[in-house]
């Protein structure tokens, strides 16, 4: 629902992140440089991120890069 995208957004961590994946697609250790936080952290987020249906993911190798679903945001 609406709302419980903008309960999510209204978090810091996660509007960067949303930002940041709009723009281009990155991995977790690439978030982590930009950000400066904890892998944990940032992967957490993009758990609650990606379970809302706002970021995929995929998978190459041992990397997985996201990136923003912005017709959501439409």
């Known amino acids: 629902s609406i709302l419980h995208m903008m309960r999510l957004l209204s978090e810091p961590t996660r509007?960067?992140?949303?930002?940041l994946l709009i723009e281009e697609e990155?991995?977790?250790?690439?978030?982590?440089?930009i950000l400066g936080m904890a892998q944990s952290?940032?992967?957490a987020?993009?758990?609650?991120l990606r379970r809302q249906g706002?970021?995929?993911d995929r998978r190459?190798?041992?990397n997985s890069y996201y990136t923003a679903?912005?017709?959501v945001l439409e």
């Open 60 to 62: 190459v190798g041992k």
């Open 45 to 48: 987020s993009l758990a609650q």
């Open 41 to 43: 952290r940032i992967s």
């Open 69 to 71: 679903l912005t017709s």
């Open 26 to 33: 990155l991995t977790v250790a690439e978030l982590q440089e």
């Open 54 to 56: 706002l970021v995929t």
């Open 15 to 19: 509007l960067r992140l949303m930002l």
